[in-house]
């Protein structure tokens, strides 16, 4: 079983529309989570970090469910600029940091 | 700030040659540095951490004499891919992580290796 799963979509969603991502780790030491985005050939860049009361900037969400560890990201109103690949991350508080395989998302005009 | 450069962004080159990557933090000193290869359609694995001064350390899987890690600046770690084949293509990219933010790592742009 992967340390971090995610389901490798793609998602293809109308622009304006709503879409949700989701995560699950197996390690139930983790102990800081993130959502990255990682566009078309280039490096991830940090979207926002995860916290157990959630947390919200702007139209993105995130949640994290430790008992059944279990991580989403809520993505409103979509953006063609959203379009990329949703990478859910996990940290077991040693400074490494493993990466899900990603959640492809594509904005349809 | 926080911007971590890497070089080169894209490279091709020969079987049995070597290969070196660069990582530079520009505005920041990196005591650390994170190796990843990524290959197409999966996810980011790391392969070795880079310490300031000291031995790198490997995941498991990864073979150090062929991925040569060197550290000696605290702003500059270096990847050698050595004797290079097709199976070694792939995205490396580092990362280092910024301490002003408690959960900040920031990454460099990835090098783009293709071996022929």
């Known amino acids: 079983r992967k340390e971090v799963e995610q389901d490798p979509g793609p998602f293809n969603v109308p622009e304006g529309a709503t879409v949700a991502f989701n995560c699950t780790y197996s390690n139930s030491a983790s102990q800081s989570f993130f959502w990255y985005r990682q566009d078309c050939r280039k490096e991830p860049k940090l979207l926002m970090s995860v916290y157990s009361s959630g947390n919200e900037d702007g139209r993105f969400t995130a949640q994290l469910n430790r008992a059944s560890q279990y991580i989403s990201l809520l993505i409103r109103d979509s953006k063609l600029s959203d379009s990329a690949t949703y990478l859910c991350v996990v940290s077991h508080g040693n400074e490494k940091l493993t990466f899900g395989t990603g959640t492809r998302l594509t904005i349809i005009p | 700030g926080a911007v971590v450069s890497q070089h080169p962004s894209r490279v091709i080159c020969k079987s049995g040659t070597s290969v070196k990557i660069e990582c530079r933090s520009l505005d920041f000193q990196a005591t650390t540095m994170f190796w990843y290869r990524q290959f197409p359609k999966q996810s980011l694995m790391l392969m070795a951490t880079s310490n300031e001064g000291s031995k790198a350390t490997y995941e498991q899987g990864v073979e150090k004499d062929k991925f040569l890690i060197n550290h000696a600046s605290l702003t500059l770690s270096t990847l050698t891919v050595t004797s290079a084949h097709p199976e070694d293509s792939s995205f490396y990219i580092c990362?280092?992580?910024?301490?002003?933010?408690?959960?900040?790592?920031?990454f460099g742009s990835g090098t783009r290796l293709t071996v022929v």
């Open positions: 990362s280092a992580r910024v301490h002003l933010n408690p959960y900040g790592y920031t």
